[in-house]
């Protein structure tokens, strides 16, 4: 395995959780994810030294490399990793590649300035006026993006809107030519909140921002990367799965159905077979679940989101439920949000996730690997410094250990490099 900057601390956080792997378990069967205390705190930021191996009982399944197996996979969520500086984009790449994790999801969006404490420029959102009245500053920079993951051979998976853009966390060209509720009062992005008082109800019924969205939809899908020289729609060296939206109706008032179905046919028509189509998740797991996702022909992918799962056994079941819906309708599921404002729970909470999805034979993605991870308990990011790191390390490990349920062709995935 490859050295990697990473915490002492942190490693030795993880080895406590090997050690005591079932009563570990045992543990997570039987208490409230509100009242974690198991392992003792893992300071998050610390010196950071080279640290050699991952322990040898973390090491793959000889029995799993066999090419033919259906080998499961982990990844993170870094929504912004395009207007990260290049050095920390290459730090998480090089993380993801060096403990054999295959993907990483990003989203068509705007950035604020300095987003999260990352020093990210302010990037416009496609559609940031108008709709229909684009700017591409933003897929510029996930054109160079693709290049830079494909040389990690690190594959993309990128949601082509954000359901928070529409008044929100900000407001982009529908929510102006729609006159939805700007929360973040037209300034741009929001850093107080995001709360059902916008209601973005009126996007998901309105023929003519359907109408537009359908446009956008292709109109990236058509993007020509430069440094490839080829669509985005036929891209599949680099991206795994583009989707519909981030969290699609999230917070709205009521459920338009067959939105997402609707936007799968458009995006089927124009995009290679190898890539996925996927749904990008709702709030939480029965809205990331809907029946009618499964029923769909042309979504690939149903993608489950939660941050409220009251217990483990609630998690666990919520995932297998999904699981065994995409097994019966030939869908297949990834477990792809989860997290914790919590720096202290956030490696516990983690492990609970990311073991009951191998177990599951299901991928997963914590929400989110962006430098600086979160220290200050206002927010879900984490770094390679903080104790969340060694856990996902851990979780891409153990899910190659575990069937998968699913196949999962164009992540190349039945070996660790
Ligand atoms: C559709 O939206 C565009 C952009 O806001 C607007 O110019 C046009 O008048 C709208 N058309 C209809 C039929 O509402
Ligand atoms: C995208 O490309 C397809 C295939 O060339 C074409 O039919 C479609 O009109 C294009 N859509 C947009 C919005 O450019
Ligand atoms: C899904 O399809 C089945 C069989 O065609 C049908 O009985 C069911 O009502 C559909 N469910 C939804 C939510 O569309
Ligand atoms: C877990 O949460 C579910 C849903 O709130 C509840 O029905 C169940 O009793 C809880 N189980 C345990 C073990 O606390």
Not at 349 to 357: E, G, K, Q, R
Not at 375 to 402: C, I, N, S
């Amino acid at each position: 395995m490859a050295m990697l900057r990473i915490s002492l601390v942190a490693l030795s956080c993880a080895h406590a959780l090997q050690s005591d792997l079932s009563a570990t378990n045992n543990w997570y069967h039987h208490h409230h994810f509100s009242s974690y205390h198991f392992r003792p705190h893992c300071p998050t930021t610390t010196t950071t030294t080279p640290i050699p191996l991952v322990p040898e009982r973390m090491v793959l399944d000889p029995r799993n490399t066999d090419k033919t197996n259906q080998c499961n996979w982990g990844g993170v969520n870094s929504y912004l990793l395009y207007a990260l500086p290049e050095d920390h984009q290459d730090t998480i790449l090089s993380d993801l590649q060096s403990f054999g994790l295959k993907a990483v999801r990003v989203w068509v969006a705007g950035v604020d300035k300095n987003a999260k404490g990352t020093g990210s420029p302010f990037v416009p959102h496609f559609e940031p006026k108008h709709m229909g009245e684009y700017d591409y500053t933003v897929l510029n920079m996930i054109d160079k993006l693709m290049l830079k993951a494909q040389q990690y051979g690190i594959k993309l998976i990128i949601a082509l809107h954000d359901r928070y853009a529409l008044g929100c966390w900000s407001c982009d060209g529908y929510q102006k030519d729609l006159k939805l509720k700007c929360l973040p009062e037209e300034k741009g992005f929001s850093t107080t909140g995001c709360t059902s008082a916008n209601d973005g109800t009126k996007f998901y019924q309105d023929e003519n921002a359907t109408k537009f969205y359908d446009q956008r939809l292709e109109t990236i899908l058509n993007h020509t990367n430069p440094y490839f020289k080829k669509k985005w729609s036929e891209l599949k060296e680099v991206v795994a799965m583009f989707e519909i939206q981030n969290e699609a109706q999230g917070l709205d008032s009521s459920w338009v159905s067959g939105w997402h179905c609707a936007r799968a046919n458009v995006m089927r028509k124009l995009l290679h077979s190898e890539i996925l189509i996927g749904t990008g998740g709702g709030r939480a797991f029965a809205d990331s679940s809907r029946p009618e996702f499964f029923n769909c022909t042309n979504i690939d992918v149903v993608t489950l989101h939660d941050y409220n799962a009251p217990n483990w056994t609630d998690m666990y079941n919520s995932i297998e439920k999904a699981r065994d819906l995409g097994m019966k309708h030939g869908k297949k599921v990834v477990h792809e949000e989860f997290g914790t404002k919590d720096r202290y729970k956030r490696p516990d909470l983690f492990y609970a996730h990311i073991s009951a999805a191998a177990d599951l034979g299901v991928p997963f993605m914590p929400w989110e690997y962006v430098i600086p991870g979160n220290t200050d308990g206002h927010d879900l990011e984490f770094d390679d410094r903080q104790a969340a790191w060694p856990v996902v390390v851990y979780g891409a490990l153990l899910g190659k250990m575990k069937p998968a349920s699913f196949e999962w062709s164009n992540l190349e995935l039945c070996n660790v490099s």
